[in-house]
Protein backbone atom coordinates (compact mmCIF):
# COMPACT_ATOMS: atom_id res chain seq x y z
CA UNK A 1 0.00 0.00 0.00
CA UNK A 2 2.54 2.16 -0.95
CA UNK A 3 1.32 4.71 -2.63
CA UNK A 4 -2.08 4.64 -0.69
CA UNK A 5 -1.35 8.84 0.22
CA UNK A 6 -1.94 9.41 -3.42
CA UNK A 7 -5.09 7.95 -3.52
CA UNK A 8 -7.78 9.86 -2.64
CA UNK A 9 -10.16 8.33 0.59
CA UNK A 10 -13.89 8.69 0.09
CA UNK A 11 -15.95 7.34 3.31
CA UNK A 12 -19.62 7.20 1.33
CA UNK A 13 -18.38 4.33 -0.76
CA UNK A 14 -19.02 2.85 2.82
CA UNK A 15 -22.76 3.76 2.22
CA UNK A 16 -22.56 2.52 -1.42
CA UNK A 17 -21.42 -0.84 -0.12
CA UNK A 18 -23.71 -1.09 3.08
CA UNK A 19 -26.65 -1.10 -0.20
CA UNK A 20 -25.30 -4.54 -1.20
CA UNK A 21 -27.14 -7.40 0.54
CA UNK A 22 -24.67 -8.79 3.44
CA UNK A 23 -22.14 -5.07 2.02
CA UNK A 24 -22.61 -3.73 5.64
CA UNK A 25 -20.50 -6.49 7.16
CA UNK A 26 -17.05 -4.44 5.73
CA UNK A 27 -17.98 -2.02 9.16
CA UNK A 28 -17.36 -4.81 11.36
CA UNK A 29 -13.03 -5.10 9.96
CA UNK A 30 -10.31 -4.30 11.86
CA UNK A 31 -7.95 -4.98 9.80
CA UNK A 32 -6.84 -7.96 12.01
CA UNK A 33 -5.55 -9.99 9.28
CA UNK A 34 -6.87 -13.14 10.24
CA UNK A 35 -8.54 -13.96 6.98
CA UNK A 36 -5.04 -14.04 5.09
CA UNK A 37 -3.26 -16.66 6.35
CA UNK A 38 -5.45 -19.80 5.42
CA UNK A 39 -6.36 -18.18 1.89
CA UNK A 40 -5.88 -20.30 -0.98
CA UNK A 41 -6.17 -17.58 -3.92
CA UNK A 42 -3.86 -15.73 -1.31
CA UNK A 43 -1.19 -18.61 -0.92
CA UNK A 44 -1.01 -19.04 -4.39
CA UNK A 45 -0.65 -15.21 -5.63
CA UNK A 46 1.34 -12.28 -5.01
CA UNK A 47 -1.76 -9.91 -5.21
CA UNK A 48 -4.63 -11.78 -3.86
CA UNK A 49 -5.17 -10.26 -0.17
CA UNK A 50 -8.92 -10.22 1.44
CA UNK A 51 -7.51 -8.01 4.14
CA UNK A 52 -6.59 -5.54 1.49
CA UNK A 53 -9.91 -6.00 -0.20
CA UNK A 54 -11.46 -4.87 3.03
CA UNK A 55 -9.04 -2.05 3.85
CA UNK A 56 -10.01 -0.43 -0.10
CA UNK A 57 -13.38 -0.84 0.61
CA UNK A 58 -13.05 0.75 4.18
CA UNK A 59 -11.28 3.93 2.39
CA UNK A 60 -13.45 3.81 -0.54
CA UNK A 61 -10.68 2.58 -3.08
CA UNK A 62 -13.82 2.22 -5.80
CA UNK A 63 -12.12 2.16 -8.88
CA UNK A 64 -9.71 -0.90 -7.62
CA UNK A 65 -12.35 -2.82 -6.18
CA UNK A 66 -15.77 -2.08 -8.87
CA UNK A 67 -14.21 -3.12 -12.33
CA UNK A 68 -14.22 -6.03 -14.11
CA UNK A 69 -10.55 -7.06 -13.61
CA UNK A 70 -10.49 -6.54 -9.88
CA UNK A 71 -8.45 -8.42 -7.63
CA UNK A 72 -11.99 -9.19 -5.81
CA UNK A 73 -12.86 -12.40 -9.08
CA UNK A 74 -9.90 -14.25 -8.07
CA UNK A 75 -11.49 -15.12 -4.58
CA UNK A 76 -12.13 -18.80 -4.53
CA UNK A 77 -15.33 -18.26 -2.30
CA UNK A 78 -14.22 -21.12 -0.26
CA UNK A 79 -15.12 -19.54 3.00
CA UNK A 80 -12.09 -20.19 5.07
CA UNK A 81 -11.39 -15.99 5.93
CA UNK A 82 -15.28 -16.27 6.76
CA UNK A 83 -14.33 -19.32 9.43
CA UNK A 84 -11.29 -17.15 10.43
CA UNK A 85 -12.87 -13.78 10.94
CA UNK A 86 -12.92 -13.07 14.57
CA UNK A 87 -15.53 -10.06 13.70
CA UNK A 88 -17.99 -11.67 11.84
CA UNK A 89 -16.99 -10.06 8.73
CA UNK A 90 -17.99 -12.92 6.43
CA UNK A 91 -14.93 -11.53 3.80
CA UNK A 92 -16.16 -13.89 1.17
CA UNK A 93 -19.91 -12.54 1.37
CA UNK A 94 -18.38 -8.52 1.50
CA UNK A 95 -16.65 -9.72 -2.00
CA UNK A 96 -20.02 -11.03 -2.91
CA UNK A 97 -21.51 -7.57 -2.20
CA UNK A 98 -18.71 -6.10 -4.13
CA UNK A 99 -19.11 -8.21 -6.95
CA UNK A 100 -22.77 -7.31 -7.15
CA UNK A 101 -21.81 -3.63 -7.16
CA UNK A 102 -19.60 -4.51 -10.15
CA UNK A 103 -22.36 -6.28 -12.08
CA UNK A 104 -25.01 -2.88 -10.98
CA UNK A 105 -22.02 -0.66 -12.58
CA UNK A 106 -21.87 -3.26 -15.44
CA UNK A 107 -18.14 -4.18 -14.42
CA UNK A 108 -18.70 -7.64 -14.07
CA UNK A 109 -16.56 -10.06 -16.13
CA UNK A 110 -18.44 -12.00 -19.15
CA UNK A 111 -18.36 -15.46 -17.58
CA UNK A 112 -20.23 -14.16 -14.60
CA UNK A 113 -23.04 -12.15 -16.67
CA UNK A 114 -23.00 -15.28 -19.52
CA UNK A 115 -23.77 -17.89 -16.79
CA UNK A 116 -26.12 -15.88 -14.39
CA UNK A 117 -28.48 -14.59 -17.68
CA UNK A 118 -28.28 -18.28 -18.95
CA UNK A 119 -30.17 -19.13 -15.46
CA UNK A 120 -32.70 -16.52 -16.68
CA UNK A 121 -33.27 -17.64 -20.11
CA UNK A 122 -32.86 -21.26 -19.71
CA UNK A 123 -33.58 -21.66 -15.85
CA UNK A 124 -30.15 -23.46 -16.14
CA UNK A 125 -26.64 -22.59 -15.92
CA UNK A 126 -25.69 -25.19 -19.22
CA UNK A 127 -28.10 -26.04 -22.27
CA UNK A 128 -29.98 -29.39 -22.31
CA UNK A 129 -27.84 -31.41 -25.07
CA UNK A 130 -29.33 -34.10 -26.93
CA UNK A 131 -26.24 -35.91 -25.87
CA UNK A 132 -27.38 -35.77 -22.34
CA UNK A 133 -30.77 -36.75 -23.15
CA UNK A 134 -29.47 -39.79 -24.68
CA UNK A 135 -26.80 -40.55 -21.57
CA UNK A 136 -29.27 -40.12 -19.26
CA UNK A 137 -31.51 -42.76 -21.41
CA UNK A 138 -28.77 -45.48 -21.19
CA UNK A 139 -28.36 -44.92 -17.98
CA UNK A 140 -32.43 -45.57 -17.03
CA UNK A 141 -32.64 -42.46 -16.20
CA UNK A 142 -35.59 -39.77 -16.00
CA UNK A 143 -35.80 -37.65 -18.64
CA UNK A 144 -34.95 -33.97 -18.38
CA UNK A 145 -38.24 -31.99 -17.23
CA UNK A 146 -38.87 -28.28 -18.89
CA UNK A 147 -37.68 -25.47 -16.68
CA UNK A 148 -40.45 -23.16 -15.84
CA UNK A 149 -38.66 -19.95 -16.77
CA UNK A 150 -41.66 -18.00 -17.68
CA UNK A 151 -41.93 -18.83 -13.15
CA UNK A 152 -38.12 -16.94 -12.95
CA UNK A 153 -38.83 -14.07 -14.87
CA UNK A 154 -42.04 -12.87 -12.86
CA UNK A 155 -39.72 -13.27 -9.52
CA UNK A 156 -36.57 -11.80 -10.18
CA UNK A 157 -36.25 -7.80 -10.46
CA UNK A 158 -39.21 -6.80 -8.08
CA UNK A 159 -38.80 -5.10 -4.72
CA UNK B 1 -36.75 -42.39 4.26
CA UNK B 2 -37.81 -40.34 1.39
CA UNK B 3 -36.59 -36.91 0.43
CA UNK B 4 -36.30 -34.99 -2.29
CA UNK B 5 -33.75 -35.22 -4.72
CA UNK B 6 -32.04 -31.71 -6.44
CA UNK B 7 -29.23 -32.75 -8.79
CA UNK B 8 -28.67 -29.46 -9.84
CA UNK B 9 -27.58 -28.78 -13.73
CA UNK B 10 -24.07 -30.34 -13.72
CA UNK B 11 -25.29 -33.35 -12.88
CA UNK B 12 -28.05 -33.59 -14.73
CA UNK B 13 -27.12 -32.52 -17.93
CA UNK B 14 -22.75 -32.83 -17.74
CA UNK B 15 -22.26 -36.09 -15.38
CA UNK B 16 -26.01 -37.93 -15.05
CA UNK B 17 -23.40 -41.42 -14.08
CA UNK B 18 -23.22 -39.46 -10.93
CA UNK B 19 -26.91 -39.17 -10.77
CA UNK B 20 -27.08 -43.00 -11.86
CA UNK B 21 -24.85 -43.41 -9.18
CA UNK B 22 -26.49 -41.68 -6.45
CA UNK B 23 -29.86 -43.58 -7.14
CA UNK B 24 -29.11 -46.68 -7.34
CA UNK B 25 -26.64 -46.34 -4.35
CA UNK B 26 -29.51 -45.03 -2.32
CA UNK B 27 -31.84 -47.29 -3.16
CA UNK B 28 -30.07 -50.10 -2.16
CA UNK B 29 -29.25 -48.66 1.44
CA UNK B 30 -33.42 -48.02 2.01
CA UNK B 31 -33.57 -44.48 0.88
CA UNK B 32 -36.76 -43.51 -1.54
CA UNK B 33 -36.36 -40.44 -3.96
CA UNK B 34 -39.26 -38.88 -4.61
CA UNK B 35 -38.82 -36.52 -7.47
CA UNK B 36 -41.21 -33.07 -8.20
CA UNK B 37 -41.24 -31.26 -11.34
CA UNK B 38 -40.71 -27.50 -11.26
CA UNK B 39 -36.87 -26.92 -10.03
CA UNK B 40 -34.21 -24.62 -11.36
CA UNK B 41 -30.98 -23.62 -11.34
CA UNK B 42 -30.77 -23.94 -7.18
CA UNK B 43 -28.90 -21.42 -8.50
CA UNK B 44 -25.49 -21.27 -8.76
CA UNK B 45 -23.22 -19.92 -5.70
CA UNK B 46 -20.76 -18.59 -7.77
CA UNK B 47 -21.54 -16.88 -11.04
CA UNK B 48 -25.57 -16.29 -9.72
CA UNK B 49 -24.77 -15.01 -6.58
CA UNK B 50 -22.02 -12.39 -8.30
CA UNK B 51 -25.04 -10.83 -10.34
CA UNK B 52 -27.59 -10.29 -7.37
CA UNK B 53 -27.68 -11.67 -4.25
CA UNK B 54 -31.46 -10.69 -3.50
CA UNK B 55 -32.50 -12.58 -6.94
CA UNK B 56 -30.27 -15.67 -5.83
CA UNK B 57 -32.41 -15.93 -2.53
CA UNK B 58 -35.20 -15.25 -4.55
CA UNK B 59 -34.85 -18.21 -7.03
CA UNK B 60 -33.44 -20.57 -4.08
CA UNK B 61 -36.21 -20.30 -2.18
CA UNK B 62 -39.06 -21.15 -4.82
CA UNK B 63 -36.96 -24.43 -5.44
CA UNK B 64 -36.96 -24.54 -1.42
CA UNK B 65 -40.98 -23.57 -1.68
CA UNK B 66 -41.65 -26.58 -4.46
CA UNK B 67 -39.80 -29.04 -2.03
CA UNK B 68 -41.77 -27.65 1.21
CA UNK B 69 -45.35 -28.16 -0.59
CA UNK B 70 -44.54 -31.64 -0.91
CA UNK B 71 -43.33 -32.12 2.70
CA UNK B 72 -39.88 -33.38 2.52
CA UNK B 73 -36.23 -32.23 3.14
CA UNK B 74 -34.20 -31.91 0.11
CA UNK B 75 -31.47 -34.29 -0.43
CA UNK B 76 -28.44 -32.72 -2.55
CA UNK B 77 -25.81 -34.04 -4.12
CA UNK B 78 -23.73 -31.21 -5.63
CA UNK B 79 -22.00 -29.28 -3.05
CA UNK B 80 -22.52 -25.84 -5.08
CA UNK B 81 -26.65 -26.72 -4.80
CA UNK B 82 -25.58 -27.66 -1.16
CA UNK B 83 -24.11 -24.30 -0.92
CA UNK B 84 -27.34 -22.10 -2.14
CA UNK B 85 -30.16 -24.16 -0.85
CA UNK B 86 -28.62 -24.34 2.99
CA UNK B 87 -27.74 -20.68 3.01
CA UNK B 88 -30.90 -19.63 1.36
CA UNK B 89 -32.70 -21.75 4.01
CA UNK B 90 -31.11 -20.75 6.80
CA UNK B 91 -30.95 -16.94 6.42
CA UNK B 92 -34.50 -16.77 5.38
CA UNK B 93 -35.63 -18.63 8.74
CA UNK B 94 -33.67 -16.24 10.85
CA UNK B 95 -34.57 -13.36 8.80
CA UNK B 96 -38.50 -12.39 9.05
CA UNK B 97 -38.12 -8.74 7.21
CA UNK B 98 -35.74 -10.75 4.34
CA UNK B 99 -38.74 -13.32 4.06
CA UNK B 100 -41.38 -11.50 3.74
CA UNK B 101 -39.48 -9.46 0.79
CA UNK B 102 -38.94 -12.54 -0.56
CA UNK B 103 -42.56 -13.92 -0.49
CA UNK B 104 -43.77 -10.85 -1.86
CA UNK B 105 -41.63 -11.65 -4.84
CA UNK B 106 -42.57 -15.29 -4.87
CA UNK B 107 -46.20 -14.52 -4.72
CA UNK B 108 -46.03 -13.12 -8.37
CA UNK B 109 -45.88 -16.67 -8.98
CA UNK B 110 -48.61 -17.70 -6.28
CA UNK B 111 -45.54 -19.70 -3.98
CA UNK B 112 -44.26 -19.04 -0.04
CA UNK B 113 -41.33 -19.54 0.96
CA UNK B 114 -42.13 -21.08 4.68
CA UNK B 115 -39.32 -22.60 6.40
CA UNK B 116 -40.32 -25.62 7.03
CA UNK B 117 -37.81 -28.23 5.57
CA UNK B 118 -34.19 -28.77 5.77
CA UNK B 119 -31.39 -29.10 2.99
CA UNK B 120 -29.30 -32.20 3.37
CA UNK B 121 -25.85 -33.51 1.28
CA UNK B 122 -26.45 -37.33 0.30
CA UNK B 123 -23.48 -37.65 2.88
CA UNK B 124 -25.04 -36.73 5.79
CA UNK B 125 -28.13 -39.04 5.20
CA UNK B 126 -25.82 -41.78 4.90
CA UNK B 127 -24.11 -40.61 7.87
CA UNK B 128 -27.10 -39.41 10.31
CA UNK B 129 -30.55 -40.91 8.80
CA UNK B 130 -29.43 -44.34 6.91
CA UNK B 131 -26.00 -44.65 9.78
CA UNK B 132 -22.51 -46.46 8.68
CA UNK B 133 -23.74 -49.89 10.05
CA UNK B 134 -26.32 -50.19 7.81
CA UNK B 135 -24.54 -48.97 4.65
CA UNK B 136 -21.86 -51.05 5.54
CA UNK B 137 -24.30 -54.36 5.50
CA UNK B 138 -24.64 -53.27 1.37
CA UNK B 139 -21.38 -53.21 0.49
CA UNK B 140 -20.76 -56.73 -0.85
CA UNK B 141 -17.21 -56.30 -2.33
CA UNK B 142 -14.94 -54.06 -0.33
CA UNK B 143 -12.89 -52.40 -1.74
CA UNK B 144 -10.04 -53.29 0.17
CA UNK B 145 -6.38 -52.04 -0.38
CA UNK B 146 -8.04 -49.42 -2.65
CA UNK B 147 -6.05 -46.39 -1.59
CA UNK B 148 -8.18 -43.14 -1.94
CA UNK B 149 -6.76 -39.91 -1.43
CA UNK B 150 -9.61 -37.83 0.47
CA UNK B 151 -10.94 -34.14 -1.34
CA UNK B 152 -13.44 -32.43 0.85
CA UNK B 153 -14.33 -29.68 -1.45
CA UNK B 154 -15.13 -26.35 0.46
CA UNK B 155 -18.90 -26.05 -0.03
CA UNK B 156 -19.71 -29.39 1.96
CA UNK B 157 -18.39 -28.08 5.14
CA UNK B 158 -17.91 -24.15 4.96
CA UNK B 159 -19.00 -21.57 5.75
CA UNK B 160 -19.81 -24.00 9.17
CA UNK B 161 -22.15 -21.60 10.72
CA UNK B 162 -24.43 -22.39 7.44
CA UNK B 163 -23.55 -25.89 6.67
CA UNK B 164 -23.07 -27.50 9.97
CA UNK B 165 -21.81 -30.91 8.68
CA UNK B 166 -18.55 -31.21 9.94
CA UNK B 167 -15.62 -29.72 11.54
CA UNK B 168 -14.23 -27.47 8.98
CA UNK B 169 -10.83 -27.92 9.74
CA UNK B 170 -10.90 -31.54 11.12
CA UNK B 171 -13.33 -33.05 9.28
CA UNK B 172 -14.11 -37.08 9.26
CA UNK B 173 -17.40 -37.68 7.31
CA UNK B 174 -15.79 -38.86 4.18
CA UNK B 175 -12.76 -40.69 5.39
CA UNK B 176 -15.30 -42.51 7.51
CA UNK B 177 -17.77 -43.25 4.40
CA UNK B 178 -14.60 -44.31 2.50
CA UNK B 179 -13.84 -46.92 5.42
CA UNK B 180 -17.10 -48.27 4.83
CA UNK B 181 -16.46 -48.97 1.20
CA UNK B 182 -13.42 -50.50 2.48
CA UNK B 183 -10.94 -48.38 0.98
CA UNK B 184 -8.38 -46.49 2.85
CA UNK B 185 -8.47 -42.86 3.46
CA UNK B 186 -5.02 -41.37 2.44
CA UNK B 187 -4.74 -38.01 4.21
CA UNK B 188 -2.40 -35.64 2.80
CA UNK B 189 -1.13 -32.05 3.40
CA UNK B 190 -3.66 -30.51 0.19
CA UNK B 191 -7.06 -32.41 1.79
CA UNK B 192 -8.58 -29.36 2.37
CA UNK B 193 -7.74 -27.31 -0.45
CA UNK B 194 -9.93 -26.03 -3.07
CA UNK B 195 -10.11 -26.80 -6.52
CA UNK B 196 -9.94 -22.99 -7.67
CA UNK B 197 -13.02 -23.20 -10.17
CA UNK B 198 -14.57 -20.19 -8.78
CA UNK B 199 -11.27 -18.81 -9.05
CA UNK B 200 -10.79 -16.23 -12.65
CA UNK B 201 -7.59 -16.08 -12.92
CA UNK B 202 -5.77 -18.86 -14.85
CA UNK B 203 -2.76 -19.45 -12.99
CA UNK B 204 -4.05 -19.61 -9.35
CA UNK B 205 -5.92 -23.01 -9.98
CA UNK B 206 -3.31 -24.36 -12.33
CA UNK B 207 -0.93 -23.67 -9.34
CA UNK B 208 -3.44 -25.25 -6.24
CA UNK B 209 -4.32 -28.43 -9.05
CA UNK B 210 -0.68 -29.31 -9.55
CA UNK B 211 0.18 -29.02 -6.39
CA UNK B 212 -2.84 -31.13 -4.85
CA UNK B 213 -2.29 -33.73 -7.94
CA UNK B 214 1.52 -33.89 -7.48
CA UNK B 215 1.01 -33.79 -3.59
CA UNK B 216 -1.71 -37.15 -3.95
CA UNK B 217 1.47 -39.05 -6.36
CA UNK B 218 4.25 -38.71 -3.43
CA UNK B 219 1.21 -40.47 -1.18
CA UNK B 220 1.36 -43.31 -3.52
CA UNK B 221 -2.79 -43.22 -3.73
CA UNK B 222 -4.59 -44.93 -5.88
CA UNK B 223 -7.05 -42.00 -6.90
CA UNK B 224 -8.51 -39.07 -5.49
CA UNK B 225 -12.57 -39.62 -4.09
CA UNK B 226 -14.78 -36.72 -3.63
CA UNK B 227 -18.33 -35.66 -3.57
CA UNK B 228 -18.34 -32.24 -5.86
CA UNK B 229 -19.51 -32.66 -9.83
CA UNK B 230 -17.39 -28.66 -9.74
CA UNK B 231 -14.29 -30.33 -8.30
CA UNK B 232 -14.86 -33.47 -10.23
CA UNK B 233 -14.58 -31.59 -13.12
CA UNK B 234 -11.50 -29.43 -11.94
CA UNK B 235 -9.94 -32.70 -11.61
CA UNK B 236 -10.36 -34.83 -13.97
CA UNK B 237 -11.16 -32.86 -17.42
CA UNK B 238 -9.77 -29.94 -15.78
CA UNK B 239 -6.42 -32.39 -15.27
CA UNK B 240 -6.02 -33.39 -18.40
CA UNK B 241 -6.09 -29.88 -19.49
CA UNK B 242 -3.12 -28.88 -17.48
CA UNK B 243 -1.56 -31.89 -18.44
CA UNK B 244 -1.71 -30.49 -22.03
CA UNK B 245 -0.76 -26.63 -20.96
CA UNK B 246 2.20 -27.84 -18.86
CA UNK B 247 3.43 -30.61 -20.85
CA UNK B 248 3.06 -32.77 -17.82
CA UNK B 249 1.31 -36.29 -16.97
CA UNK B 250 -0.25 -36.68 -13.55
CA UNK B 251 -2.75 -39.00 -14.15
CA UNK B 252 -4.69 -38.96 -10.82
CA UNK B 253 -7.74 -40.69 -11.42
CA UNK B 254 -10.85 -38.91 -9.87
CA UNK B 255 -13.48 -40.15 -8.54
CA UNK B 256 -17.20 -39.25 -7.29
CA UNK B 257 -17.96 -41.25 -3.75
CA UNK B 258 -21.05 -42.63 -5.03
CA UNK B 259 -19.02 -44.26 -7.73
CA UNK B 260 -17.51 -46.07 -4.89
CA UNK B 261 -20.35 -46.78 -2.87
CA UNK B 262 -21.91 -48.19 -6.10
CA UNK B 263 -18.89 -50.41 -7.69
CA UNK B 264 -18.94 -51.58 -3.74
CA UNK B 265 -22.14 -52.77 -3.61
CA UNK B 266 -21.53 -54.60 -6.83
CA UNK B 267 -23.05 -52.40 -9.45
CA UNK B 268 -21.96 -52.41 -13.07
CA UNK B 269 -18.95 -50.00 -13.63
CA UNK B 270 -21.22 -48.97 -16.94
CA UNK B 271 -24.02 -47.80 -14.03
CA UNK B 272 -21.79 -45.55 -12.60
CA UNK B 273 -20.10 -44.20 -15.61
CA UNK B 274 -16.21 -45.31 -14.81
CA UNK B 275 -15.59 -46.05 -17.92
CA UNK B 276 -16.65 -41.84 -19.05
CA UNK B 277 -13.99 -40.06 -17.15
CA UNK B 278 -11.17 -38.48 -18.73
CA UNK B 279 -8.36 -39.66 -16.49
CA UNK B 280 -8.58 -43.27 -16.60
CA UNK B 281 -9.84 -45.75 -13.93
CA UNK B 282 -8.29 -48.87 -14.31
CA UNK B 283 -7.48 -49.47 -11.09
CA UNK B 284 -10.97 -49.41 -10.13
CA UNK B 285 -12.39 -51.14 -13.00
CA UNK B 286 -10.37 -53.80 -12.03
CA UNK B 287 -11.21 -54.20 -8.22
CA UNK B 288 -15.27 -53.99 -9.32
CA UNK B 289 -14.25 -57.26 -12.05
CA UNK B 290 -12.86 -58.96 -9.69
Known amino acids: ?159 | MKYIPFFGCMMTIKYPWFESAVRRTLANVGVELVDIDGFTCCPDPIYFQARDKMEWYTIAARNLSLAEQAGLDIVTTCSGCTATLSEVNLVLKEDADLRANINKRLAEVGREYRGTINVRHAVTVLRDDVGLDKVRETVKHPLNGLKVAVHYGCHLLKPSRVMRVDDPDRPVILDNLLRVVGAEPIRHEMTLLCCGRACMSDSIPDDMVTDILETIKRHDADCMGLICPTCFDKFDTGQVLLERKLQKSFQVPIVYFFQLLGIAQGLDPKDVGLHRHKVKVDRILDMAMA
Open chain 1, 1 to 159: METQAKRKIDFSFRDKLDSAVEGFRHNYCYQCGACVADCPAGNYSESFNPRLILLKALLGFEDELISADSEIWNCTNCYTCSERCPQDVRPVDVIIALKNLCVRAGKAPELVVNVSDSVLQSGITTRVTSLAEKRRQELGLPPIKAYPVDELIKIVGKG
